[in-house]
């Protein structure tokens, strides 16, 4: 193959784990993929960042010099992995890390795609989410477009299942798409807070307790969920705090758990059309209690993982930015006004040649 048809794609989700890596040939196959997780001190940085929206100017610029780090050595593992070097590699794809995100107004990606160039020698695209909030689009969620690419012309629903959960459903050749709320942002928080675990293994502490139906009632009311799309929210919305304002303080840690479950799948499937096949990815797949969950409560459809159409669970959407890198070098848009309501088609993001 020619140099120069490979493409990069980066990302780290709303659950702020680490960095996805992937590397696509031209022809959008997945060649290889690499995660590179947070240090602890990282990791517990961002989330005080995100929860708390407090920072100083010389903290949130470490901060990003320190996450352009990592999503740079993830490039450069890939290209090891791959035996490619920096001149195969077209564009690198990076969505960098959100700390701030309302829709329609601002999105605040860091991790600095000027910085992932200049340590990679490589030209790269980021800042994908303001050119569609810059249309008065939510900004989020984008990789509706390459679900639908990966449907490649069939019917079906994809369900991310990240920190925060988004669906896309394309029908018809007609594609929308939205967050539908929580999926693991508050199980992470939430047992990282009561048993000091960064997540609950295979959901088995959720499946210890009961569901608290006056909880889930007055959680599921909030206004988010009734709110028609096009929508999008991330952890500045659901946090602790917002948990903290629904509890009374006498449930027990697993039930509230065992709730948490029950909302993500609630929101979730308050969405899924009757009979479509769907398709799951994202970290939310490793938790079985939840994929139980998901199933049992959607039984007249066909519950699979995107595994199925050729792109591992965990590598969905740093697959879909190196897609985006492709559009943008190519000068093609890469949104879809009917999923962020912008008010047209825009190409996304910041390139940064090298």
């Given at each position: ?45 961002l989330q005080r960042l995100v929860q708390s929206g407090q920072s100083t100017l ?121 967050d539908t709320g929580p999926a693991n942002t508050l199980l992470d928080a939430w ?96 938790n079985l209690f939840l994929r139980e969950r998901l199933s049992y409560q959607n ?56």
């Amino acid at each position: 193959m020619k140099k120069n048809n490979y493409y990069i794609g980066l990302v780290s989700g709303t659950s702020m784990d680490g960095v996805d890596g992937v590397v696509l040939d031209n022809h959008q196959k997945i060649i290889t993929t690499a995660y590179a997780p947070y240090p602890k001190a990282l990791k517990t940085r961002l989330q005080r960042l995100v929860q708390s929206g407090q920072s100083t100017l010389a903290n949130l610029a470490q901060t990003d010099i320190d996450v352009a780090q990592i999503f740079a050595k993830t490039a450069i593992q890939l290209l090891k992995q791959s035996a490619l070097s920096k001149n195969d590699v077209r564009a690198i794809g990076s969505h960098g890390q959100t700390i701030y995100h309302q829709g329609r107004a601002y999105s605040m990606q860091i991790g600095h795609g000027a910085l992932i160039a200049g340590h990679t020698r490589i030209t790269t695209v980021s800042d994908f989410r303001m050119q569609d909030v810059a249309a008065l689009g939510q900004g989020a969620p984008l990789t509706p477009i390459y679900h639908q690419y990966m449907l490649n012309g069939k019917d079906g629903v994809i369900v991310n299942l990240g920190g925060i959960a988004n669906i896309t459903i394309v029908r018809n050749n007609q594609v929308f798409g939205f967050d539908t709320g929580p999926a693991n942002t508050l199980l992470d928080a939430w047992i990282k807070q009561n048993k000091y675990l960064d997540y609950d293994r295979d959901g088995m502490w959720a499946r210890s307790g009961i569901i608290n139906k006056a909880l889930l009632k007055t959680m599921l009311d909030d206004k988010y969920f009734q709110q028609q799309y096009p929508k999008s929210t991330g952890q500045e919305y659901f946090n602790l705090d917002w948990l903290s304002k629904h509890l009374k303080g006498t449930e027990a840690p697993e039930d509230v758990q065992r709730t948490l479950i029950e909302l993500t799948v609630m929101s979730i499937s308050a969405s899924i059309p009757t009979g479509a096949t769907v398709y799951l990815c994202g970290g939310g797949v490793h938790n079985l209690f939840l994929r139980e969950r998901l199933s049992y409560q959607n039984f007249d459809n066909e519950i699979t993982t995107t595994d199925d159409l050729g792109v591992p669970i965990d590598y969905v959407e740093a697959a879909a930015f190196a897609y985006f890198a492709k559009q943008t070098i190519a000068g093609k848009p890469s949104n879809l006004p009917s999923v962020t309501g912008a008010k047209h088609k825009t190409i996304l993001g910041a390139v940064h040649a090298i």
